[in-house]
């Protein structure tokens, strides 16, 4: 048998002969059959190209990816509430890797940030770090502190208002000192500003890490 089927109708709006497209395969006519999008009253042919169905398989590694090979992509999102930069929010984006195949991650926040305080006067709720704007927190990633006299700091949240102690006090002797890292990050309640307490005068020093998030 050949491809093709020839069929005769007697309706008048068809035809007398209509050839139906199929492919032979021996013993057996199998219908060839384009493919049309699934929207309601519509007829609209998908296409065979990048824009429609197109599927191609994967490339070869260390190769160059022509045509349209299937890919792993990962999608962009603004977890801080501000602009993720250059991708716009729910974009797919390409993972990057080096020329060893290691997928490359930026361990450093988008919002990061840095403070410190030195001073040898007692420090009573003094702000570090100022309220974030919305309904985001502070999150305190590290700290290192240090003191030539005896003494014990704390860190609080609301300076101006309603203080809490969110981490501390932590107590320290002449010439003492502290690092240390939270892990997870410690979240401040948000729209709250970070400070600390200081118990006496003497040259102190406080450094923190930490980022900005929801």
């Given amino acids: 048998m050949a491809d093709n089927l020839t ?32 929207t309601a009253d519509s007829t609209t042919v998908i296409p065979g190209s990048a824009t429609g169905l197109y599927v191609q398989g994967a490339v070869a590694d260390d190769a160059v990816a022509s045509g349209n090979p299937l890919r792993i992509g990962a999608i962009a999102k603004a977890f801080d509430g501000t602009d993720p930069g250059s991708v716009a929010e729910a974009d797919s984006v390409s993972l990057v890797a080096d020329l060893n195949r290691r997928l490359l991650v930026n361990t450093v926040h988008p919002n990061y940030w840095s403070v410190n305080s030195n001073t040898s006067i007692a420090q009573t709720n003094t702000e570090l ?84 998030g929801p």
């Fill in 7 to 38: 069929t005769t109708t007697t309706v008048a709006t068809v035809p007398a002969s209509t050839v139906i497209a199929t492919d032979d395969a021996g013993s057996a006519h199998y219908q060839k059959v384009k493919l049309v999008d699934g």
């Fill in 129 to 212: 770090k100022g309220t974030p704007g919305g309904s985001l927190s502070l999150f305190i990633q590290s700290a290192v502190l240090s003191t030539d006299t005896a003494m014990n700091m704390q860190f609080v949240e609301s300076t101006g208002g309603s203080t809490a102690i969110v981490a501390g006090p932590y107590y320290f002797a002449a010439n003492g000192g502290l690092a240390f890292k939270f892990e997870p990050a410690l979240k401040i309640t948000a729209a709250t500003n970070l400070g600390y307490t200081s118990s006496a005068a003497g040259n102190h020093t406080v450094t923190i890490t930490g980022f900005t």
